[in-house]
Structure formats: C-alpha cells, structure tokens
C-alpha cells in the first residue's frame, strides 16, 4: 500500500521556521515528482513547491520563492520543506503529493497520484 506521512507541522509565530518532512513507502519515489501544497480554510488547494523526479529541477510558488526550499533524499524515500520568514497567510494544511515523470504539470494538483493526509501550520502574527 503505498502511503506519503507528513510531519513537522505546528504552531509558529510570524518570522519563524519550520521544516515538513514526508515519509513515503509501499514505492520508491526516486522516479516521481514531489510536491507540496497547502489549503486553508475556505480556499482551494494550491501549490507550493515541486521537486522534480529529474533529481535537479525545483519549482515554486511565488509566495514561496525566497522563502521556502524544497529537497529531498531518494535514499530515505523522504521529501522537505523548509519554510522560513513565516507570515500569517501561510497558515494551512500543507499536504505532500507524488506522481511520475511529470515536469510541467508540477504545480497542478489533479496531475499526482499519492496524496498524503497533511499537517496542520498554523503562524501566528
């Protein structure tokens, strides 16, 4: 059964950091793209960062560019996200998501497969 765990999640004050890890089993992802995205209440699902299964290519939001950095490591199945300068507006859920060989569709949501269940991060200002 594949699955993707997020954890990392939780409460911060407005200039912090945190940094999302997603585990992945049932697969090895070293051929997928990994990708983050958050929703917040009342909003659609939107895009934050991509990693592409190139090993090479990121890619970002606006909102997060500068601010947030995607990685990840083949070996641990594992993706991250580093989210630094935290504001209010990046309170969401922040869900993990892959899918195979995609590149430019990383930032769509109905292009991935495997969908973790998410993590609450929530800034407070």
């Known amino acids: 059964q594949v699955q993707l765990v997020e954890n990392g999640g939780g409460l911060v004050q407005a200039g912090g950091s945190l940094r999302l890890s997603c585990a992945a089993s049932?697969?090895?992802?070293?051929?997928?793209?990994m990708g983050w995205f958050r929703q917040a209440p009342g909003k659609e699902r939107e895009f934050v960062a991509a990693?592409?299964?190139?090993?090479?290519?990121?890619y970002y939001a606006d909102s997060a560019k500068g601010r947030f950095t995607i990685s990840r490591d083949n070996a641990k199945n594992t993706a991250y996200l580093q989210m630094n300068s935290l504001r209010p507006e990046d309170t969401a859920v922040y869900y993990c998501?892959?899918?195979?060989?995609?590149?430019?569709?990383?930032?769509?949501?109905?292009?991935?497969?495997?969908w973790g269940r998410g993590t609450q991060v929530t800034v407070s200002s």
């Open positions: 998501a892959a899918a195979p060989y995609i590149d430019d569709s990383a930032s769509n949501p109905s292009t991935y497969f495997y």
């Open positions: 990693f592409s299964w190139n090993g090479v290519t990121t």
């Open positions: 049932g697969r090895t992802f070293s051929s997928d793209t």
